[in-house]
């Protein structure tokens, strides 16, 4: 009997309801009017954009430029705008318009929906997949975290592979217009390793679906369908090309491009082309790497120790997971050293963290796709037949090999010396989101073949079973041998730190004692104290070692006997359905029940009423303004930039500065690579000031000892926006350059490549007669008036980037680079007025493209749409 147009869409209409209403019991609190969540990378992000939030308030647009963060660097990497088309309305339809974070467990429900029905998947079974992807602990943590563009980004993903499957189901229309939509809006999501990963999943899946193909005889229809998704996905691509371009560009000068090596004997784990690496180091690029026994989380979330949750709520302090009254450690202090339940709680408390004994330098949280999850992705890899299997299994142990990244190095450092791009990425955990997409797609594989057939043979269910029943043996193997000692951390300085600050002869001794016996604590320090508080006891502070470890075994039991629980329920659902004691519909509804209440338990521990607060206090807690920042904004100076000793890392975790000032610190990951190497050789490891005074910090916020209050303490030496200088030391290469500031007057010298020499030749030393000032400041362009009697040369305190262009007096001059990181140029004899202006070819190309690509899918959509119309109101007539 033919279905009515309602009982065809009614399902529909009841799975989106479903995702709608778990989403917003999930995320209840982000409803409230005056309610924002707590993420720290989008705290930082703020702190980051706040300037040119205001520029934008002034003059209509983001900046290309700012000067708030690092001295200077281009905007775009921050926040920008883009040619807008009618396109970003899917995106807002998709998301229903709700607040964050309900919109992104939604779309990565609706996508994950849509890749479903695109594999011809039921709905009532495409439920339980969405479900299952969007409520693997990925989103709750990162967003948590505030990495909303990475989960959007993975959030999109699964849609672009449905287009691509439509495609090669010979669906060319809707597949084309299907992925190129698609691919356009996960791209514009703005974070490029997920797209990365993205694309080697499509590209995983269409090599094995040609390969299928030729062997059966049908390789054109499908090379058709490859040409097609390249296309589509090109289309995609060049939606975003004001994006794509300007970071393409700027990559080739952020650190992601090369970092200096000035001792090659350091580094000798990297390709070093001259004097710099190819990309990223691999230390710094591999530090994130997933643990081969780490990897068991996907299963059992609690192997490692849960990874450690800290959020606060108005004074309340929340953690996941904590050592209560009943943890080892707590029991520890009261017997060994007598404390009382509540002081050994609240240590024990403190000591939370340490649970955590993973391969990563630390993490929020692990990455758990859900026990029941893991059952049926094994089940579908017995049960399927080899045209979805094999791809999807190929793409699961990548993402897994992926994210071991050090840990594996004879593959990953392969893959990052050689494959394109990849060497531009960090954080190799991140690639177990391809993992956890492509095991939610096999497991509702799997449940949609054992609902369309009806029955299964018990064989394969007790295969499964016995591939299950081996993970667990695996993971009970691991837990009677382990250690439980945390190894990835190496020995801190804090070792030294404390030995030399008063402890007694025997004190060292038992410290000395303890470090051999224990060579792999993650933190000395915890323990030192607990030595100092025991007398020098070592058999004390021993036991507190002990005691750790036996909470982390305990954590380890307990999740093991928790994911055998759910996958037990899972099977029993599974074969009551295969003995036929419950139909479809009782089983389905069985397995969604069970692996929803397994994810969102979990979940729920990283993301919860925790995660949010009040507005005003954020706002006010975030970003206060203190009285050395009142002091350092009462100057009318346009231009001048502020050191910040007091936030903690002032190079690589401060944005907070930078919200009210221009800083020479900041928060972000691919800062320029000539300012990096400044700050790793000039600024952190001991700080050069003559560097702090070329780069004018004019003030520097600083706590004061005696009254212990932050102060803004005036720079009398700052230089200033420009100078004159006397005579330019000629080097050669980037590693003399960065040596020669070591000892050297910037007020007098400056330190200049010799492949900049002809642009400064004809230059005589500069005297008291000559001078140089700023006249005008705009992000984008600055204004300076000199008055010389000969050629100078002269140093502005602006960082050096090649689109910034140079004009004395409305006619172009070339920039020289000086000290490393600064502009120079060569004034004429004479009254004259420079100007610089910021003109990034990338992004006015990029805008074009991406303009005439966006208006040219919503095209093509509009008329796919009419075209559906038509057939629609067609087919009812006849």
Request: glycine share 8%; aromatic share 12%; charged share 15%.
């Amino acid at each position: 009997m033919k279905k009515t147009l309602w009982q065809q869409v009614m399902p529909h209409l009841i799975s989106v309801a479903i995702f709608l209403i778990v989403a917003l019991i999930f995320c209840k609190p982000a409803l409230e009017s005056d309610t924002v969540m707590k993420q720290g990378d989008i705290m930082n992000w703020q702190g980051m954009v706040h300037q040119s939030d205001i520029y934008k308030e002034k003059h209509g647009h983001y900046p290309l430029w700012t000067p708030s963060m690092y001295a200077g660097m281009p905007a775009y990497q921050i926040g920008m705008d883009g040619p807008w088309t009618p396109t970003f309305l899917v995106d807002t339809i998709l998301k229903l318009g709700l607040p964050k974070p309900i919109n992104i467990f939604f779309l990565a429900c609706i996508c994950f929906y849509f890749l479903c029905i695109c594999l011809r998947i039921r709905p009532w079974v495409a439920v339980i997949g969405g479900l299952a992807f969007a409520y693997s602990t990925t989103f709750p943590i990162f967003i948590t975290a505030g990495h909303d563009t990475q989960m959007l980004g993975l959030a999109y993903a699964p849609a672009v592979l449905g287009g691509v499957i439509l495609l090669f189901e010979k669906k060319y229309i809707g597949g084309f217009i299907a992925t190129a939509l698609f691919s356009a809006l996960q791209i514009a999501a703005g974070h490029q390793q997920i797209s990365y990963y993205m694309f080697l999943v499509i590209g995983i899946m269409s090599l094995f679906f040609l390969i299928r193909a030729f062997r059966s005889g049908e390789g054109i229809p499908k090379l058709k369908a490859a040409g097609l998704a390249i296309v589509a996905c090109t289309l995609g691509i060049l939606f975003n090309a004001v994006v794509l371009l300007t970071v393409y560009e700027y990559s080739k000068e952020s650190k992601r491009g090369g970092q200096l090596v000035i001792d090659k004997k350091e580094n000798t784990k990297d390709v070093v082309e001259g004097s710099k690496t190819k990309g990223l180091s691999k230390d710094y690029a591999f530090q994130w790497s997933y643990g081969w026994t780490e990897s068991l989380t996907l299963m059992f979330p609690g192997v490692m120790g849960y990874g450690q949750h800290y959020a606060e709520r108005d004074g309340d302090q929340f953690m996941y997971p904590k050592l209560d009254e009943n943890s080892h450690v707590a029991k520890h202090l009261q017997e060994k050293l007598n404390l009382p339940e509540e002081q050994a709680t609240n240590i024990a408390f403190q000591l939370s963290g340490n649970l955590y004994w993973g391969d990563q330098p630390f993490t929020a949280g692990p990455i758990y796709l859900g026990a029941v999850v893991c059952l049926l992705f094994i089940f579908a890899m017995v049960y399927l037949d080899g045209k979805h299997k094999w791809w999807i299994l190929t793409a699961a142990v990548l993402g897994i090999l992926l994210a071991l990244g050090k840990h594996f190095p004879s593959f990953n450092y392969f893959l990052f010396d050689y494959l394109p791009f990849y060497n531009k990425f960090r954080v190799p955990t991140m690639a177990l989101e391809i993992t956890g997409m492509v095991v939610a797609i096999g497991a509702a594989l799997g449940l949609e073949k054992l609902v369309s057939t009806g029955s299964v043979d018990l064989k394969i269910m007790k295969q499964a079973a016995m591939i299950t029943g081996g993970v667990f043996l695996v993971a009970a193997g691991i837990y009677f041998s382990a250690d439980y000692a945390n190894e990835n951390k190496k020995r801190t300085s804090a070792v030294t730190q404390v030995m030399s600050g008063g402890m007694t002869p025997s004190t060292m001794a038992a410290l000395d004692s303890i470090n051999r016996a224990f060579p792999a604590l993650a933190d000395n320090r915890i323990f030192e104290n607990f030595l100092f508080q025991a007398k020098a006891d070592p058999a004390v502070a021993r036991g507190i070692v002990t005691a750790l470890r036996e909470d982390r075994q305990k954590a380890f039991g307990e999740t093991i006997l928790r994911s055998l629980i759910f996958v037990l329920i899972g099977l029993g659902i599974l074969y009551l359905y295969a003995l036929k004691k419950i139909n479809a519909m009782m089983m389905l509804v069985g397995i969604g029940l069970v692996t929803v209440i397994d994810l969102l338990i979990i979940d729920s521990k990283y993301l919860n009423s925790f995660s949010f607060g009040s507005r005003e206090n954020y706002e006010a807690s975030v970003f206060p303004l203190t009285p050395a920042d009142e002091e350092i904004l009462k100057d009318t100076d346009p231009n001048f930039r502020v050191y910040n000793t007091t936030a903690g890392d002032p190079f690589q975790g401060d944005s907070r500065t930078s919200y009210y000032h221009k800083s020479i610190g900041g928060y972000h990951p691919a800062r320029l690579g000539i300012y990096d190497d400044l700050m790793t050789y000039q600024l952190m490891n001991g700080e050069n000031q003559a560097v702090i005074n070329m780069l004018n910090v004019k003030y520097r916020i600083e706590q004061n000892r005696q009254t212990n209050s932050v102060d803004a303490v005036p720079n009398p030496n700052a230089l200033g926006n420009a100078w004159f200088v006397e005579n330019v030391k000629y080097v050669n290469g980037p590693v003399e350059e960065m040596t020669a500031l070591n000892n050297f007057n910037p007020a007098t010298v400056a330190i200049v490549d010799n492949s900049f020499k002809p642009l400064l030749t004809g230059a005589v030393p500069a005297d008291s007669s000559a001078s140089i000032k700023q006249v005008a400041f705009d992000f984008e362009n600055i204004k300076y008036e000199s008055n010389s009697n000969a050629p100078h040369v002269a140093v502005f305190s602006e960082i050096y980037y090649k689109e910034w262009k140079a004009y004395i007096d409305g006619k172009p001059a070339p920039i020289a680079k000086a000290n490393y990181v600064l502009r120079a140029l060569l004034i004429p004899a004479g009254k004259h007025t420079i100007e610089f202006k910021f003109e990034p070819t990338a992004y006015n190309t990029g805008s074009t493209i991406s303009a005439i690509t966006g208006w040219l899918l919503t095209l093509l959509l509009a008329a796919y749409i009419g075209w559906q119309i038509w057939l629609g109101v067609k087919k009812s007539k006849q």
